[in-house]
């Protein structure tokens, strides 16, 4: 910058000192040890923005925002690879198990969550599971997402029948009032698009509209004041930041880099389109020595006087006269050239740009096989891991936990605890590819002290305390009726012998009351 201003000056006082100048910075520039940091010759063409993290979005996150979501709207492939991403990241809810310790107030925790899951829409359409999709929907198509935490008057929530007094609402990230960069309030330094922070950086408010901004309806304002103050303690606000540039405060939508390809993939698409119209346009031309009449869908219409104005549309199967002397000539377009070539090239790159596997992105499985496909699940499923584990457990679904817990405690439905309440997340698991090649290896994992089988069943999305519970009553109620089956490792071996034949003939004779119910094992 420095040099900038003292070359500036020179020029203002000695255009001749200032070009020559100019000329040893540009062989500084050519002699730079990266390629991409050359200002010339090669990089002369490339300007790239030098703002800062949020002066960078002012401008261009509202028109990103508008062109995701219509893209997400009319464009089937956009649509599809928002919901296979969004399933892969939260698919039927990233579910928590308490780890207090003592399995009685575990049980009564989940239990008492369970019941809040099922109210915790403030607008009663789904559950919390369901609030977790429309987070992630919203986050990957507007590149961030706000929920509310809304505390329900104690008396309000019994009348309401709520489990714990807090439900939650989800919001469009339009719904922060857009302010610039001003010196903030006493308890705040700065506000950067709606959000206040402290002198520690910390965030201590959001500014929220009491309404959406392109609803159209009449403010609802009292005392021209046209948003309220919400506490950050009180708002979840979803968006990549683990991803994203240090001090960037909002969201970028996942389409961003992929936007243009997808809009001159459809514009490519209509040209084919376009072109099979015009290459469908068959028709027949008569010259006749007198003026005759054209059929136009089947009603006869007068041919027009020479020199009149002849009709020139054109359409499938026609049939029409020439004034005499009169020569039809046609256009004969080149079309777009090879449409699927190009197509999954940039299919290919837009896949990439989305973090997604190409079959997945677009459902094409023609080129594909067991171990494709499975190493690029293997990379997929770090990227989804690292989204789930940096950006949905510790953004939106701890805070919730959190304010569940503290809800729960005030209303009196659970106790005060030294320790309080700690958690471990479950994210929905990765469905196999072939379960016969890789449930063995999870076996021998678990057999050689590799993985717990409490780790594996977790892994698989489950409770191991409430998978453990489920199969010792299934087990109990097999044993009752006299039921052995092959799936059950006590009594039948992998080879699909017996495992002890006395015992299993124990089992059958209890069921009939001739011999003790419960065998040993």
Not at 99 to 113: F, H, M, N, Q, S
Not at 146 to 163: D, F, K, N, Q, T
Not at 421 to 447: C, H, Q, S, T
């Amino acid at each position: 910058m420095l040099k900038q201003l003292v070359d500036g000056a020179v020029s203002v006082f000695s255009p001749a000192r200032g070009l020559a100048r100019a000329q040893i910075r540009a062989r500084e520039q050519r002699v730079l040890a990266y390629t991409a940091g050359q200002i010339l010759p090669r990089g002369k063409e490339w300007q790239a923005s030098r703002k800062g993290p949020n002066a960078e979005l002012r401008d261009a996150l509202g028109w990103m925002r508008r062109r995701s979501r219509e893209l997400v709207r009319d464009n089937p492939m956009a649509a599809r690879m928002v919901s296979v991403a969004v399933a892969h990241e939260v698919g039927y809810g990233i579910k928590p198990r308490s780890i207090t310790g003592d399995e009685t107030v575990d049980r009564k925790v989940i239990t008492l969550w369970d019941r809040f899951v099922a109210k915790s829409d403030l607008h009663g359409r789904v559950d919390l599971y369901g609030q977790q999709v429309q987070m992630a929907t919203t986050r990957r198509v507007a590149g961030e997402a706000l929920m509310r935490l809304v505390r329900i008057p104690p008396a309000e929530a019994r009348r309401l029948r709520l489990p714990v007094p807090l439900q939650l609402e989800v919001l469009e990230p339009e719904i922060l009032d857009d302010a610039p960069l001003l010196t903030g309030q006493a308890e705040s330094l700065r506000v950067v698009s709606g959000i206040e922070f402290d002198r520690s950086g910390r965030r201590v408010a959001y500014r929220m509209l009491r309404q959406h901004p392109d609803e159209g309806l009449a403010p609802l304002t009292a005392g021209g004041v046209r948003y309220d103050r919400v506490p950050a303690d009180d708002v979840v606000h979803l968006y990549r930041a683990h991803r994203q540039r240090p001090g960037q405060v909002r969201g970028v939508p996942d389409l961003a880099p992929v936007m243009m390809r997808l809009r001159r993939l459809e514009e490519y698409e209509e040209a084919a389109l376009e072109q099979a119209k015009v290459q469908a346009l068959l028709g027949v031309f008569y010259e006749t020595p007198t003026p005759a009449e054209i059929s136009f869908e089947g009603e006869p219409v007068e041919q027009a006087e020479a020199g009149g104005e002849f009709p020139t549309e054109l359409w499938p199967g026609m049939v029409g006269n020439l004034p005499p002397g009169a020569t039809a000539k046609f256009l004969q377009p080149s079309g777009a050239g090879a449409f699927e070539p190009f197509a999954k090239h940039e299919l290919r790159m837009i896949a990439a740009g989305m973090d997604l596997p190409y079959d997945l992105a677009t459902g094409d499985l023609s080129d594909t096989n067991y171990s494709s496909m499975r190493g690029g699940k293997i990379a997929y499923r770090m990227l989804v891991e690292q989204d789930q584990w940096a950006m949905h457990i510790p953004q939106m679904c701890q805070p919730i936990w959190d304010a569940f817990i503290q809800a729960a405690v005030l209303f009196g439905e659970l106790e005060d605890r030294a320790g309080g309440y700690p958690v471990a997340w479950n994210p929905p698991p990765f469905l196999m590819l072939d379960p016969g090649k890789e449930i063995p290896p999870m076996v021998d994992a678990v057999r050689a002290g590799f993985a717990t089988w409490d780790q594996t069943v977790a892994g698989l999305g489950y409770d191991p305390r409430q998978q453990s519970r489920e199969i010792a009553r299934t087990n109990a109620d097999h044993d009752r009726l006299g039921l052995i089956l092959s799936t059950d490792p006590r009594r039948v071996a992998n080879s699909g012998g017996a495992q002890d034949a006395r015992q299993n003939a124990a089992v059958e004779l209890g069921a009939r009351g001739d011999a003790p119910r419960q065998p040993a094992d």
